[in-house]
C-alpha cells in the first residue's frame, strides 16, 4: 500500500496562533486525500476531501475558514488551523486514497492548543 | 442514509477463544466495506477488504447483503491481536472513495 508521512508528529502551540500540517504520500501520486479528527478512544471523523489542484470538500459542521486545505501536488497536502483554541486540540490524522484498495494513513498529528 | 455501525465498544476474550467483532451498514447498492486495525500508538491499518475475500493474520470477514453485515471473525484469538478495530464503508454521492467509519470496537485479548 501507500506510504503516508505526516509532519509534524505533535505540535504545541498558543491559542489564536495558526499551525500546518504536512500530509505527504511518499510512494503514490495521490489526486485524493483525506483528513480526518480523531478523539481519544473515538472513531474518526472526516474532516474534508483533498481534492489535487481544486478546493477540498469540507464536511457538514466544518468551519473552512478555520481548517484551510491546500492540495498543491500529487505527494502533498496541508491542513491549517487558523487561530487556533483548546478545543481545536485533537488528533489529526491524513490518509491517502487508492481506490478499491481503499485509503492509506499517516501516523498522525496531536495538536495542543494552550 | 450512509451508516456503519459496531454494537460493541469493549470485547474481550481469553487467548485461544474465538473472535467475532460485529459490523452492520446501511447503503443502497453494493456496498464496499474494509476492516481497519489500530495497534496501540500506531496508526491505522488496512486488515481486510471485502472484495479480495482475503485472510489476513488468521481474520476473515464474509459480507452477508441480507443482514446487511460484515462481521469480523478469527477461531483462535492470540494476545497480540489486542487493539482497536474499525469497520469501514465506502460512502458518499459520489466516486469520491470517501470512508464511513464505524465507532471501533476494542479487542482485548488476556492471556
Known amino acids: 500500500g501507500a506510504v503516508v508521512s505526516q509532519h509534524p508528529s505533535w505540535v504545541i502551540c498558543k491559542s489564536g496562533t495558526s499551525v500546518k500540517i504536512e500530509c505527504r504520500s511518499l510512494?503514490?501520486?495521490?489526486?485524493?486525500m483525506f483528513w480526518y479528527r480523531q478523539f481519544p478512544k473515538q472513531s474518526l471523523m472526516l474532516m474534508a476531501t483533498?481534492?489535487?489542484?481544486?478546493?477540498?470538500?469540507?464536511e457538514q459542521g466544518v468551519e473552512k475558514d478555520k481548517f484551510l486545505i491546500n492540495h498543491a501536488s500529487l505527494t502533498l497536502s496541508t491542513l491549517t488551523v487558523t487561530s487556533a483554541h483548546p478545543e481545536d486540540s485533537s488528533f489529526y490524522i491524513c490518509?491517502?486514497?487508492?481506490?478499491?484498495?481503499?485509503?492509506?494513513f499517516g501516523p498522525g498529528t496531536r495538536l495542543t492548543v494552550l | 442514509a450512509q451508516r456503519v455501525t459496531q454494537p460493541e465498544k469493549l470485547l474481550s476474550v481469553f487467548k485461544g477463544a474465538p473472535v467475532e467483532l460485529k459490523c452492520n451498514y446501511s447503503?443502497?447498492?453494493?456496498?464496499?466495506l474494509f476492516w481497519y486495525v489500530q495497534y496501540s500508538r500506531q496508526r491505522l491499518q488496512l486488515l481486510l477488504r471485502?472484495?479480495s475475500r482475503e485472510s489476513i493474520k488468521g481474520f476473515t470477514a464474509d459480507l452477508n447483503k441480507g443482514e446487511t453485515s460484515f462481521h469480523l471473525k478469527k477461531p483462535f484469538a492470540q494476545e497480540e491481536d489486542s487493539a482497536m478495530y474499525y469497520c469501514?464503508?465506502?460512502?458518499?454521492?459520489?466516486?469520491?472513495?470517501?470512508?464511513?467509519f464505524g465507532q471501533g470496537t476494542t479487542l482485548q485479548v488476556k492471556p
Open positions: 490518509s491517502v486514497g487508492s481506490g478499491g484498495r481503499g485509503q492509506f
Open positions: 510512494d503514490f501520486q495521490a489526486t485524493t
Open positions: 483533498s481534492n489535487e489542484g481544486s478546493k477540498a470538500t469540507y
Open positions: 447503503y443502497s447498492g453494493s456496498p464496499e
Open positions: 471485502h472484495i
Open positions: 469501514a464503508l465506502v460512502g458518499g454521492s459520489s466516486n469520491t472513495g470517501k470512508l464511513i
